[in-house]
Nanobody, 122 residues
Framework: QVQLVESGGGMVQAGGSLRLSCGAS????????MGWFRQGPGKEREFVSG????????YYAESVKGRFTIARDIAKNTVYLQMNSLKPEDTAVYYC???????????????WGQGTQVTVSS
């Protein structure tokens, strides 16, 4: 079992920044890669960013490249998502995920966090 607990969501004006955190626990979690997904109002859940836990390689959706940065702290078993230059269209519930697979697909997610709301006002 893997447990994921997110924090750091909130409300911010367009152009602002937020940092999300996801603390992971459970014996098996280091065998997973970690990702962030989001689901906006009336939209399907989508991939935002991912990191290969073992080697640190990072991946981003085109919509967030250059604005979001994913990182991990191995000692703290925590993954972060630094979000800069936020736009109203980034408004969504953001979910931390533990998954295995090459393509960062929702169907490859084995564990989800509870989600944290990010609201960006114009």
């Amino acid at each position: 079992q893997v447990q994921l607990v997110e924090s750091g969501g909130g409300m911010v004006q367009a152009g602002g920044s937020l940092r999300l955190s996801c603390g992971a626990s459970g014996r098996a979690f280091r065998s997973y890669d970690m990702g962030w997904f989001r689901q906006g109002p009336g939209k399907e859940r989508e991939f935002v960013s991912g990191i290969r836990w073992s080697v640190g390689n990072t991946y981003y959706a085109e919509s967030v490249k250059g604005r979001f940065t994913i990182a991990r702290d191995i000692a703290k078993n925590t993954v972060y998502l630094q979000m800069n230059s936020l736009k109203p269209e980034d408004t969504a519930v953001y979910y931390c995920a533990a998954l295995r697979g090459i393509r960062w697909r929702i169907e490859d997610v084995d564990y989800w966090g509870q989600g944290t709301q990010v609201t960006v006002s114009s």
